[in-house]
């Protein structure tokens, strides 16, 4: 039961470029989001949010877009750092109830 | 800046045996969460738990698990009888209000490895 799909497991980037990262879900009943930090033995930590009823959502250099047509969402860091190096989690709560429904993740590394 | 914290870091057990994951949520928190991460895998959630009950609960989590809040502060998971399947990332998460549509704050895990 894929509900939130991470299709890149990876993706390297170079110091100062932009990174994008990409989250398709298939529950069209979804209407927030959420992108999760996640570094070494650490927990996740929220990074940034949407709602449905907007598509974009902007806090610093962390840029979320969301399709609702494509049921697509992406989040752009810009400029990406090196400290930005960890796995990036999409998630939705699940409809009307507490859970988060998460992604598999993208590690990002990057790189001087 | 409050945060949820997670004992032991790392729990090693043989099949069979009981374990307890303890929690110590953020302290004004009202709703908490425990979620576990299989190697490789994604993250899924287990149980929420809010005013002393059981308010949701995945397939994932059978006769095998409970959870309890056995005092004020704390917030624990145990697993009567371990499976080698059971060797996870295990994180407890807490939130202020009810529905993940706010942030649930997640602790840094606690890495159990079933021999």
């Known amino acids: 039961d894929q509900q939130v799909k991470q299709n890149s497991p990876s993706l390297s980037v170079q110091e100062g470029r932009i990174s994008i990262l990409n989250c398709d879900y298939t529950?069209?009943?979804?209407?927030?989001f959420l992108w999760y930090k996640k570094y070494p033995a650490e927990g996740p930590t929220f990074l940034i949010s949407?709602?449905?009823?907007?598509d974009k959502n902007e806090d610093g250099r962390f840029t979320v877009f969301l399709n609702k047509s494509a049921k697509h969402l992406s989040l752009h860091i810009v400029p990406s750092q090196p400290g930005d190096s960890a796995v990036y989690f999409c998630?939705?709560?699940?409809?009307?109830?507490?859970?988060?429904?998460f992604g598999t993740g993208t590690r990002l590394q990057v790189f001087p | 800046e409050p945060e949820v914290t997670q004992t032991p870091s790392h729990q090693v057990t043989q099949m069979g045996q009981e374990v307890i994951l303890r929690c110590v949520p953020i302290?004004?928190?009202?709703?908490f969460y425990w979620y576990r991460q299989i190697l490789g895998q994604k993250v899924e959630f287990l149980v929420s738990?809010?005013?002393?009950?059981?308010?949701?609960k995945s397939e994932i989590f059978d006769d095998q698990f409970s959870v309890e809040r056995p005092d004020g502060s704390n917030f624990t998971l145990k697993i009567r009888s371990t499976k080698l399947e059971d060797s996870a990332m295990y994180f407890c998460?807490?939130?202020?209000?009810?529905?993940?549509?706010?942030?649930?704050?997640f602790g840094p895990g606690t890495r159990l490895t079933v021999l």
């Open positions: 998460a807490s939130s202020g209000v009810a529905g993940g549509f706010n942030e649930q704050f």
């Open positions: 529950n069209s009943m979804f209407d927030y």
């Open positions: 949407i709602s449905s009823i907007k």
């Open positions: 998630a939705a709560p699940s409809y009307n109830t507490d859970k988060l429904i």
């Open positions: 302290s004004n928190h009202l709703y």
């Open positions: 738990f809010y005013n002393n009950e059981i308010s949701e």
